[in-house]
């Protein structure tokens, strides 16, 4: 997350002046380590799915005081701090230290991130601890951490188990999830059931003669259908792409460019990976040539700063056009009209992905996400 992102979202955390179950104020640092220590365990034991904070530098009023410099924390210490300590399974919470300013005034933020390797606790307590206890579980429920000498309850063990083995989640969740072990499902004609929940599975059911949809079921409750192409005599199965329009027309109000798209985080792609199979390199040749007239973003961070690129280099798209009429996939159409346009918007995937491996070795969006965020000041 940026410094922009975070300073906006800890500013509404403080106008809230009371904490909360994935918040907390401090208005200085923690003078031991094992007070510390105790604060991060109950953050990364939580049974919500999202990061923590720490804010240091406010009163329990909500207050903003910044941060004194007796005894302030840099990220090294703590990282050091972790490492050193003994926990189960060797399973480390994951934190990451920022300095903000909120009114002229310098905040600590420490932000512990979410994780399903919960729940976190002690094999082996350090010597110097006199409080905290290995074997114990610590939590924050509400506003309230678990007492340093008390083991959390029976109820709040059990849901940190069950987030650990993502059952927490909604069951489109859960499923979409198994999804990355296609060997837990089997095939029986036109369904995927799983092996090891058989009431998860995937239908597919034509609407009529031609339109295919896949059900995402439990039982027999629909939780999701998403409609799916096919391609080259039906060698070749995938959800429908989303559409993406770039650079607005203000004369007759549409835009002047179409493109299909996946996020790489989504339903649809998942499934795409789930049915695309491998093994039949018939299959596989057309996947070859389907990608290359489709945009497959990492994150919708990434789609919003790319289509500011395009927006701003509006003369590169037009440049490229004309050398990228080559169409790899067939589509009936009715009307030449739309024929053409189909044609376009294939054409400009095609430039567009050329553009996007340039984008990304330009601003090294992999490597320095803030950057592009921050270059086209996206929040």
């Known amino acids: 997350m940026s410094n922009i992102n975070l300073n906006g979202r800890i500013k509404k955390l403080i106008e809230k002046k009371s904490e909360g179950d994935y918040w907390d104020y401090k208005q200085v640092w923690h003078e031991d380590n094992e007070r510390l220590l105790h604060d991060i365990l109950c953050f990364a034991n939580t049974g919500h799915d999202r990061d923590c904070y720490l804010i240091i530098g406010v009163s329990d009023a909500g207050k903003i005081v910044g941060v004194s410099e007796k005894n302030r924390r840099n990220q090294a210490g703590i990282l050091d701090l972790l490492s050193n300590t003994n926990f189960v399974g060797d399973n480390t919470p994951k934190v990451r230290l920022n300095t903000i300013k909120i009114e002229g005034k310098e905040v600590d933020v420490l932000t512990i991130l979410n994780s399903y390797n919960v729940p976190y606790y002690l094999k082996k307590r350090n010597k110097k601890y006199n409080n905290i206890r290995e074997g114990y579980i610590y939590t924050r429920v509400g506003d309230k951490n678990t007492p340093i000498d008390e083991n959390a309850s029976i109820q709040q063990i059990e849901m940190l188990w069950k987030k650990r083995f993502k059952l927490t989640q909604p069951l489109l969740t859960q499923i979409v999830n198994r999804l990355e072990n296609i060997s837990e499902w089997v095939q029986c004609e036109d369904v995927f059931y799983n092996v090891y929940n058989p009431e998860f599975k995937l239908e597919e059911e034509y609407d009529d003669e031609y339109d295919l949809s896949l059900k995402i079921m439990c039982n027999e409750t629909i939780l999701k259908k998403i409609q799916i192409i096919v391609n080259d005599g039906g060698r070749y199965k995938t959800p429908l792409p989303e559409y993406g329009y770039i650079c607005s027309d203000?004369?007759?109000?549409?835009?002047?460019?179409t493109y299909i798209f996946f996020l790489k985080d989504s339903i649809d792609y998942k499934l795409q990976q789930f049915l695309l199979n491998t093994e039949y390199?018939?299959?596989?040749?057309?996947?070859?040539k389907f990608d290359k007239v489709?945009?497959?973003?990492?994150?919708?961070?990434?789609?919003?700063?790319?289509?500011?690129?395009v927006e701003s280099n509006q003369s590169i798209i037009d440049s490229y056009l004309p050398d990228n009429d080559e169409i790899y996939l067939t589509k009936d159409v009715m009307y030449a009209k739309e024929e053409i346009e189909v044609k376009h918007m294939l054409s400009t995937g095609l430039v567009l992905n050329k553009l996007l491996q340039e984008f990304r070795g330009l601003?090294?969006?992999?490597?320095n996400n803030d950057k592009v965020?921050?270059?086209?000041n996206i929040q």
């Open 250 to 257: 203000e004369r007759n109000d549409k835009y002047k460019y």
């Open 281 to 288: 390199k018939g299959e596989e040749s057309v996947k070859i």
């Open 294 to 309: 489709i945009i497959y973003y990492e994150s919708k961070e990434e789609k919003k700063a790319f289509e500011s690129y």
């Open 363 to 367: 601003y090294k969006w992999k490597m």
């Open 373 to 376: 965020l921050n270059l086209y």
